[in-house]
C-alpha cells in the first residue's frame, strides 16, 4: 500500500459535529455535494435500460459517445479532431491518470498552486513526483510530463482568458507535455465566461497532447451515478480505452443510458443553473456583510472568502453558528486565509445560512 495523507474531510468531522448541535441543526457549505433531485428524464433512462444483462462498452454505446460529441462541441466550441470516452465519474479518471499515462518515478507531474487534492493524490499513487506551478524553479523542471489546469478553479472560482490558455498550451507543446484540463465546473460562468481548452481560440485546429475532464455531477445532479467523460487528442484517448478495456473499468450499461438522455437535455441544465445562480448570490450577500472579502469567484460552484485570519478559526466561528466550510489549507499552503463555501446546500439551508451569518457582524 502506498503512504497518503489523512483523507482532508476526516479533519473537518469535528467541526461538523459542532455544526450539528445547533439548535437549527448543521448547513453544510463544505463539499460540493448536489442536493436537488435527479431530473425525471434522467431516472426514467436509467431504469429503462435496467434489463441489460451483458457487459457494456468500455468506449460507451453509439449513441452515449455521439451524445458526448455533440456536447462539446456545442459548449467547448471543439471543432479539431478529437475522441471521447465514457468514465466512472470524473474522480477515478484524475487519480487513475498518472498511472494510466505510465507516469512513474522519473516523471514529474504539476498541479495548480491551489488544487483539487485529487491531482497530487494521483500523482503520488502513479509514483511520481509532484510540483506546484507557484514553486521555485518549477518552469525549468525538466522531468514534467503532465500539466493540471483548472478552470473554473476549485476551490477558488477563477478564470483564465483564452490568450493566456494559448500560452499554457503552446509552452507545454514546445516541451512534449501534456495538458490536461479539468473543466466539470465549464457551463457555469458568472462574472466571466470560462473557456474550454478544446476551443480554437486555445488550440488552434489541433487536439494534440490535451485532454478535458468532465462530469455531470453538478450539471444534471449525478454525483450518485459516477458519470463523466474525457475529451481530446484521438491518440490519447485511445490509449485510455485499451487500457481501460484490461482494467475492466466500464460505466455501467444503465448510467450509459442516463448519460445520453442528460446530455441530449438542456432544460434540465438551465435550471439547475438558475438555481446555483440564486443561492450563490443569495450567499455572496450575506458573507460579504458579514465580513468577508470574496476572491475571484467569477465562475464554478463555490466562493472564495477570506477575513483575513487562519482559515481554521474561520472555520470554527461559522460552526459555531451551525454553518460548515472548507478550510482553504485543504487546497494547497497558499489558501491557509481562506475558506471554501459551497452553492449546493437547498434553498432552504441557504437562507438558514444567511440569517444565522448576521450574528457575525
Known amino acids: 500500500m502506498k503512504s497518503l495523507p489523512p483523507f482532508p474531510w476526516d479533519r473537518l468531522a469535528p467541526f461538523a459535529d459542532k455544526a450539528r448541535a445547533h439548535p437549527g441543526g448543521a448547513v453544510n457549505l463544505s463539499m460540493g455535494t448536489p ?3 435527479v431530473p425525471e428524464l434522467i431516472r426514467d433512462a436509467l431504469t429503462g435500460a435496467a434489463d441489460t444483462p451483458g457487459y457494456p462498452l468500455t468506449a460507451g454505446t453509439e449513441a452515449l459517445r455521439g451524445a458526448i460529441g455533440d456536447w462539446v462541441r456545442e459548449h467547448c466550441g471543439a471543432r479539431a479532431e478529437f475522441r471521447v470516452l465514457p468514465t466512472i465519474g470524473s474522480k477515478e479518471l484524475v487519480a487513475g491518470l498518472p498511472g494510466l499515462l505510465g507516469l512513474g518515478g522519473g516523471s514529474t507531474v504539476a498541479i495548480p498552486k491551489l488544487a483539487y487534492p485529487t491531482y497530487e493524490i494521483g500523482a503520488r499513487l502513479a509514483g511520481a513526483r509532484c510540483v506546484r506551478v507557484d514553486e521555485p524553479g518549477f518552469g525549468a523542471e525538466t ?5 493540471w489546469v483548472n478552470y473554473p478553479s476549485n476551490p477558488t472560482g477563477e ?7 494559448r500560452k499554457i498550451v503552446g509552452w507545454a507543446r514546445s516541451r512534449g507535455i501534456t495538458v490536461v484540463s ?17 476551443h480554437p481560440d486555445v488550440c488552434g485546429d489541433d487536439t494534440s497532447n490535451l485532454l478535458a475532464v468532465h462530469s455531470l455531477s453538478k450539471r444534471s445532479n449525478l454525483a450518485g451515478y459516477r458519470a463523466g467523460f474525457v475529451a481530446g487528442d484521438p491518440e490519447l484517448v485511445d490509449g485510455l480505452l485499451q487500457l481501460r478495456k484490461h482494467a ?6 444503465p448510467v450509459q443510458a442516463a448519460m445520453t438522455a442528460a446530455l441530449t437535455d438542456e432544460t434540465h441544465a438551465t435550471e439547475q443553473r438558475e438555481r446555483y445562480r440564486r443561492r450563490r448570490e443569495s450567499l455572496r450577500e450575506a458573507f460579504t ?22 482559515c481554521w478559526e474561520t472555520v470554527a466561528a461559522l460552526a459555531k453558528l451551525g454553518i460548515v466550510v472548507a478550510p482553504g ?16 446546500a437547498s434553498d432552504a439551508g441557504v437562507e438558514a445560512a444567511c440569517a444565522r451569518l448576521a450574528e457575525l457582524t
Open 35 to 37: 442536493v436537488d433531485p
Open 143 to 147: 522531468r514534467l510530463r503532465l500539466l
Open 159 to 165: 478564470v483564465l482568458s483564452a490568450a493566456r490558455l
Open 182 to 198: 479539468d473543466e466539470c465546473y465549464l457551463t457555469l460562468g458568472w462574472d466571466k465566461q470560462p473557456v474550454s481548452i478544446l
Open 248 to 253: 475492466g473499468m466500464i460505466v455501467p450499461a
Open 289 to 310: 456583510a458579514a465580513g468577508f472579502r470574496i476572491d475571484h469567484s467569477h465562475a464554478g460552484l463555490y466562493l472564495w472568502a477570506t477575513r483575513g485570519e487562519d
Open 329 to 344: 489549507e485543504f487546497y494547497g499552503p497558499s489558501g491557509g486565509e481562506h475558506v471554501r463555501i459551497a452553492l449546493t
